[in-house]
């Protein structure tokens, strides 16, 4: 009895502890994350003007219809799907690509991984500050482009054609988080068991049919994860967009639905349909996220 006594009070003392080191965490997540939610989403329900001194008058779903019926608000959903389209295919591609290819390096993996995760560890202002010299007429895009076309002279309108402005941000992004996400793959692939492709290399498979029927099926979990980070990380872009219209860039193929909550917050100063818009892309995160989660745990389910 004394020893279940002993170890209920020490289960005790160490749930205790445990409280006390999660706290702050918890704290900074419910000052900084939770409320800001919970204060967008009600604030959606009022005519809410940035520099008022009035109180803000409930509407209830009048913001939502007039958003949802806004062809601006369309536009920027356009935008947000065709960069998160353009983006996921070859920043996942690629990186589950540099994943195998550095897994089966002998020599230099370390270094491979570190050249392309370098530009993760620059921030976005950054990273679109230095494509923006590189996007420039006189810059080292329009250069190469000519040399490998032999079309000296000619400017390809990075930053002033609508599709090529499109093309510009995409380029960014892949460039920024190619790295990141292949050590995720790298990873992934590392926790696969070595028994199981030797055995494959006994039976007579080659690095193409291991890799399709073997590795990509066990990095499921993994690809899962990636796919959803991919989705979220895009549908947040915003610094890219924003510093390429204040650059001259044209708004309508970038405006993406974070860059029309801050105009629609900073410029038109109406916080309402600005929460409106924030409501509805935190919604749908938050579904990707389940999603995720769901899949997550159907596989640790099959296992």
Not at 52 to 62: H, T, V, W
Not at 130 to 153: E, S
Not at 296 to 301: I, L, N, R, V, W
Request: hydrophobic share 50%; charged share 15%.
């Amino acid at each position: 009895m004394k020893r279940r006594e002993s170890a209920s009070g020490l289960e005790r003392n160490r749930a205790r502890w445990g409280w006390v080191f999660v706290a702050p965490g918890l704290l900074f997540f419910s000052v900084f994350s939770f409320y800001p939610m919970l204060n967008a989403i009600w604030t959606s329900f009022f005519n809410k003007r940035l520099l008022s001194l009035k109180a803000p008058k409930f509407i209830g779903l009048q913001n939502y219809q007039r958003v949802l019926g806004s062809e601006e608000f369309w536009n920027s959903a356009r935008a947000t799907g065709v960069f998160t389209v353009g983006v996921f295919v070859p920043l996942f591609c690629l990186s589950l690509l540099f994943a195998a290819l550095i897994t089966q390096m002998r020599r230099g993996k370390r270094l491979a991984q570190a050249a392309l995760y370098s530009p993760a560890v620059l921030s976005s202002v950054v990273a679109a500050l230095i494509w923006l010299l590189m996007l420039d007429p006189r810059g080292l895009a329009n250069q190469a482009v000519n040399w490998i076309a032999m079309t000296p002279g000619i400017d390809h309108q990075w930053l002033s054609s609508a599709t090529m402005v499109q093309v510009s941000t995409m380029v960014v992004y892949v460039w920024k988080y190619l790295g990141y996400f292949t050590i995720l793959f790298v990873t992934g692939i590392g926790k696969i068991p070595d028994s199981v492709n030797e055995a494959a290399m006994i039976d007579g498979a080659g690095p193409v049919r291991r890799f399709f029927s073997i590795t990509l099926p066990l990095l499921r979990p993994t690809t899962v994860l990636v796919s959803v980070m991919i989705l979220i990380q895009c549908m947040k872009t915003f610094s890219t967009q924003y510093l390429f219209t204040q650059s001259g860039a044209p708004l309508a193929p970038i405006n993406v639905i974070t860059l029309n909550i801050y105009n629609t917050a900073m410029r038109d100063l109406n916080i309402g349909r600005a929460s409106v818009m924030s409501t509805i892309l935190f919604l749908f995160m938050l579904a990707l996220t389940w999603v995720q989660l769901r899949v997550s745990k159907g596989d640790e389910a099959e296992s």
